[in-house]
């Protein structure tokens, strides 16, 4: 029989509002305008879901979450927001917290292999057509058929060349093969590689079970990913973040209704990951939202504007925290209206009008109660983090990536045996045999040759002989018969 675990405590004003912690995994959504709180309101949702022993994942596109690892200090401003908000035996604490970084520099290591990838997801990265995307999956069925693992960007690379250079023996069992296509590909791939993909499709890959931990004192370890660096790839960002949440929705078991989640998932900028995005890749983004819940996740999209966020999707995310909206424009308008359409109406105020007047730190929040339906709107200051608003110092950082059980393990990639070294095995003998098959036709070619030539002096002398023996006679018969008509001897 699951426990009961404490409400958490996230904002208040006359009332108290709380996420309950079996309700986490029924996903949420924080959004609001720049500078309105978003990045404060993150930071207490998931300092509150690691004190209970929840680990968390959340990319840091800014690079001042980092300051959670630290205990906060009483600013001026922070000890006003306790002393308002009359909160009682606050503490300032930090939370544990393991780095990660797709290129190395701010954390581990972090990496997936091109096939766990998928065409799928590959494609929406190389920004593929309909097209282009078929032949990238042929290119993967082609691979597994023959064994090939599909590891890192030049096992991808090897295994295209080989594709194209021998399109007319797959087209029977699979269809038509491109040339066009491969090579849109494989400027896909230059490009990627210049966005620093091939340090993210190596080994070791990401073991997703390192990021769902707990510390020696029960507090789930907050997993923050360096994002500033990587946002400047959108694509790479959105399809590294949406291929952890599949994975996690592959491999983890069904757990039903926990009594708290087993992870919770920020996906920050999340307009980034339904851009361009083709309708199959919606699809599957649909589908991984609706059920992840039941494994046990729940994900927290953060962005600017609600309607970023496909309808399908924005009626999933059950606990809200809206910040302000500007309402500059028809169009702003239009969204602030919208916002206030997806709450449950509070009828001590008007929601649309209140979203344009929220002070920094203030928000209107709705959380899930007990039975999963959505509590009326209110209108309430967030509480202040326990932990250190901003970035840590660099050293500071170094020291936390140093101390980690993790250390080490993800910091020297490896190279294993995969299509690419098989592909260039199976070159060099279809090369070699190309070569003996060259010289035997060379050697008989000259055997021929040579035999044409034996053929050719024998045929000539046989000529010239007969052509003296010819000559010979005819002179014999001349003489003969001119002989005895002028009386002349034989």
Same mark, same amino acid.
């Given at each position: 029989?699951?426990?009961?675990?404490?409400?958490?405590?996230?904002?208040?004003?006359?009332?108290?509002?709380?996420?309950?912690?079996?309700?986490?995994?029924?996903?949420?959504?924080?959004?609001?305008?720049?500078?309105?709180?978003?990045?404060?309101?993150? $930071?207490?949702?998931? =300092?509150?879901?690691?004190?209970? #022993?929840? @680990? &968390?994942?959340?990319? /840091? !596109?800014? %690079?001042?979450?980092?300051?959670?690892?630290?205990?906060?200090?009483?600013?001026?401003?922070?000890?006003?927001?306790?002393? $308002?908000?009359?909160? =009682?035996?606050?503490?300032?604490? #930090?939370? @544990? &917290?393991?780095?990660? /970084? !797709?290129? %190395?520099?701010?954390?581990?290591?972090?990496?997936?292999?091109?096939?766990?990838?998928?065409?799928?997801?590959?494609?929406?990265?190389?920004?593929?057509?309909?097209?282009?995307?078929?032949?990238?999956?042929?290119?993967?069925?082609?691979?597994?058929?023959?064994?090939?693992?599909?590891?890192?960007?030049?096992?991808?690379?090897?295994?295209?060349?080989?594709?194209?250079?021998?399109?007319?023996?797959?087209?029977?069992?699979?269809?038509?093969?491109?040339?066009?296509?491969?090579?849109?590909?494989?400027?896909?791939?230059?490009?990627?590689?210049?966005?620093?993909?091939?340090?993210?499709?190596?080994?070791?890959?990401?073991?997703?079970?390192?990021?769902?931990?707990?510390?020696?004192?029960?507090?789930?370890?907050?997993?923050?990913?360096?994002?500033?660096?990587?946002?400047?790839?959108?694509?790479?960002?959105?399809?590294?973040?949406?291929?952890?949440?599949?994975?996690?929705?592959?491999?983890?078991?069904?757990?039903?209704?926990?009594?708290?989640?087993?992870?919770?998932?920020?996906?920050?900028?999340?307009?980034?990951?339904?851009?361009?995005?083709?309708?199959?890749?919606?699809?599957?983004?649909?589908?991984?939202?609706?059920?992840?819940?039941?494994?046990?996740?729940?994900?927290?999209?953060?962005?600017?504007?609600?309607?970023?966020?496909?309808?399908?999707?924005?009626?999933?995310?059950?606990?809200?925290?809206?910040?302000?909206?500007?309402?500059?424009?028809?169009?702003?308008?239009?969204?602030?209206?919208?916002?206030?359409?997806?709450?449950?109406?509070?009828?001590?105020?008007?929601?649309?009008?209140?979203?344009?007047?929220?002070?920094?730190?203030?928000?209107?929040?709705?959380?899930?109660?007990?039975?999963?339906?959505?509590?009326?709107?209110?209108?309430?200051?967030?509480?202040?983090?326990?932990?250190?608003?901003?970035?840590?110092?660099?050293?500071?950082?170094?020291?936390?990536?140093?101390?980690?059980?993790?250390?080490?393990?993800?910091?020297?990639?490896?190279?294993?045996?995969?299509?690419?070294?098989?592909?260039?095995?199976?070159?060099?003998?279809?090369?070699?045999?190309?070569?003996?098959?060259?010289?035997?036709?060379?050697?008989?070619?000259?055997?021929?040759?040579?035999?044409?030539?034996?053929?050719?002096?024998?045929?000539?002398?046989?000529?010239?002989?007969?052509?003296?023996?010819?000559?010979?006679?005819?002179?014999?018969?001349?003489?003969?018969?001119?002989?005895?008509?002028?009386?002349?001897?034989?």
């Amino acid at each position: 029989m699951s426990s009961i675990i404490e409400p958490l405590l996230i904002a208040k004003s006359d009332r108290e509002a709380f996420l309950l912690p079996s309700m986490a995994n029924r996903h949420g959504l924080i959004a609001g305008a720049t500078g309105t709180g978003k990045t404060v309101s993150l $930071q207490v949702i998931a =300092e509150q879901l690691s004190r209970i #022993g929840v @680990p &968390v994942f959340m990319a /840091d !596109v800014k %690079g001042d979450l980092s300051g959670i690892s630290q205990p906060g200090t009483e600013k001026p401003k922070i000890l006003e927001r306790i002393k $308002q908000m009359k909160l =009682e035996g606050f503490t300032f604490s #930090g939370s @544990p &917290v393991v780095f990660w /970084d !797709v290129f %190395g520099e701010q954390g581990h290591p972090v990496r997936a292999t091109v096939s766990e990838m998928g065409p799928l997801l590959l494609g929406r990265l190389l920004s593929l057509n309909e097209t282009q995307a078929g032949v990238l999956t042929m290119v993967f069925r082609i691979a597994d058929d023959n064994g090939m693992l599909l590891l890192d960007l030049k096992d991808l690379r090897a295994m295209l060349r080989y594709v194209g250079d021998n399109a007319s023996q797959f087209k029977t069992e699979y269809g038509n093969v491109s040339a066009a296509s491969i090579g849109a590909i494989q400027r896909g791939l230059l490009t990627l590689e210049e966005q620093g993909g091939e340090k993210f499709f190596a080994e070791p890959a990401l073991d997703l079970e390192d990021m769902i931990q707990v510390d020696q004192n029960g507090r789930g370890v907050v997993n923050i990913l360096a994002a500033d660096r990587l946002l400047q790839s959108p694509q790479l960002y959105a399809t590294f973040l949406l291929w952890m949440l599949s994975e996690l929705f592959e491999r983890l078991p069904e757990v039903g209704d926990p009594d708290k989640p087993k992870l919770v998932f920020f996906f920050d900028e999340a307009h980034l990951l339904f851009t361009d995005a083709p309708k199959p890749l919606l699809t599957k983004i649909e589908q991984v939202v609706r059920l992840v819940r039941s494994k046990g996740v729940g994900v927290f999209f953060i962005s600017q504007n609600p309607r970023d966020i496909p309808d399908i999707v924005l009626g999933q995310l059950g606990n809200r925290v809206q910040h302000a909206l500007r309402a500059f424009t028809p169009r702003d308008q239009e969204v602030v209206k919208a916002a206030a359409e997806t709450f449950r109406a509070n009828p001590k105020f008007d929601v649309e009008q209140v979203i344009t007047q929220l002070a920094v730190g203030e928000a209107l929040v709705s959380f899930l109660d007990a039975k999963g339906t959505p509590g009326v709107v209110e209108r309430a200051m967030v509480c202040p983090p326990r932990g250190q608003i901003g970035p840590i110092t660099p050293e500071q950082r170094a020291e936390l990536i140093k101390s980690s059980v993790l250390y080490g393990h993800y910091e020297k990639s490896i190279d294993r045996e995969s299509a690419y070294e098989k592909l260039s095995v199976r070159v060099e003998k279809e090369t070699a045999a190309r070569e003996e098959q060259a010289k035997a036709r060379e050697v008989a070619r000259q055997s021929a040759k040579k035999g044409r030539q034996r053929e050719g002096m024998i045929t000539s002398m046989a000529k010239s002989v007969l052509r003296s023996a010819g000559t010979q006679i005819g002179r014999e018969v001349v003489r003969g018969v001119l002989g005895s008509i002028l009386g002349g001897r034989r």
